[in-house]
């Protein structure tokens, strides 16, 4: 059971990335030194002082970062790799009770898969947003992105399972919405 909730726990935070790639990173940090969470042997890093000078800062930035004009649209080139990479490593640091190859195949596929839908969501939802809005509506986008990275983060860490299938409900939404997108604009070409 210990691994089930380690890998809901890991795709959770996964899921967070794609909206702020950082902010896991923080909420985790902040569980770690306070003792709520044990991260493995290989990544206790994630949960040190420096660290948290590190992630406080780069959180502080991307958070600003959205909220500039034509800086948020660059980002979204920069973030969706970052994102995958990211989730990539938070599955990874969770998941301990697995052989390595599964552990790192796992954390490829579910994190950084997970991080790369979430975040191509984001990015869609943004340009979306500057089409019907000139980019007046990408600072609530912004806002939304944000608190969603840390409530995400939260649930991902208080309650896991319940996480697990609120991303895959939002994943099936996205992947559901973006295909009736596709489709239409098929049926018009």
């Not at 089930?4 to 996964?14: D, Q, V």
């Not at 290989?42 to 600003?64: K, N, V």
């Amino acid at each position: 059971m210990e691994t089930i909730l380690s890998i809901a726990m890991g795709i959770g935070l996964s899921a967070a990335c794609g909206f702020r790639v950082f902010v896991p990173f923080l909420v985790i940090n902040i569980a770690t030194l306070t003792g709520y969470l044990q991260l493995s042997p290989d990544f206790e890093w994630i949960g040190s002082y420096p660290a948290t000078i590190a992630f406080g800062t780069a959180t502080f930035f991307e958070i600003l970062a959205y909220y500039t004009p034509w800086l948020d649209h660059v980002l979204d080139l920069i973030t969706l790799p970052a994102a995958i990479v990211a989730g990539t490593i938070l599955t990874a640091s969770f998941v301990t009770e697995v052989s390595p190859f599964l552990k790192w195949t796992l954390a490829i596929i579910a994190g950084g898969g997970t991080a790369a839908i979430t975040q191509g969501a984001t990015v869609a939802l943004r340009v979306k947003s500057t089409t019907l809005t000139g980019g007046m509506g990408n600072p609530l986008i912004s806002t939304a992105e944000g608190v969603g990275s840390v409530i995400t983060s939260l649930l991902a860490i208080l309650i896991p399972i319940v996480c697990l299938f609120l991303i895959a409900w939002l994943c099936f939404w996205m992947i559901r919405k973006t295909g009736r997108f596709f489709l239409g604009r098929m049926r018009i070409i």
